[in-house]
C-alpha cells in the first residue's frame, strides 16, 4: 500500500513456497547477509533447524512433493567443504556461504 516491502515477511513466505517449512519450526539467527552481484541483490536470512542436514533435507523434500506446483525439484545440503565445488552455484550464493560458514555460532 505504501510501497515498502517487509524483508521478514517476504523471506518467511519464500521459505515455505520453495521448502515447505515454516519460520515457526526453525531458528532465525539474527541479522541479515546482502550480497550485490552486477544489477542482482539478494538479502538472505539464516535459519537453523535442530535436524540433521540428511533428515532436513528428507522433510523438505517430502514437503515440497506435495505442492501443486513446486518451485525446487531438489534440495543440496552444502558443507563448508564443499565450498571448492561450488561452480554450479548461482554467482550470489558463492559469494554468500563464505560469509555463512565464517559467521560466529550461537
Known sequence: EDGSVSIDESIARELVEETGLNAEELRRRPGYYV?????????VVEYCSALPADALRRTML?????????????????????????????????????????????
Request: hydrophobic share 45%; charged share 20%.
Open 62 to 106: 517430502n514437503r515440497i512433493a506435495t505442492q501443486d506446483d513446486p518451485e525446487l525439484e531438489d534440495i543440496v545440503a552444502v558443507s563448508e567443504r564443499d565450498l571448492m565445488s561450488s561452480s554450479a552455484m548461482a554467482d550470489y550464493v558463492q559469494m554468500l556461504l563464505p560469509a555463512v560458514f565464517s559467521a560466529p555460532g550461537d
Open 35 to 43: 550480497t550485490v552481484f552486477g544489477a542482482k541483490i539478494s538479502i
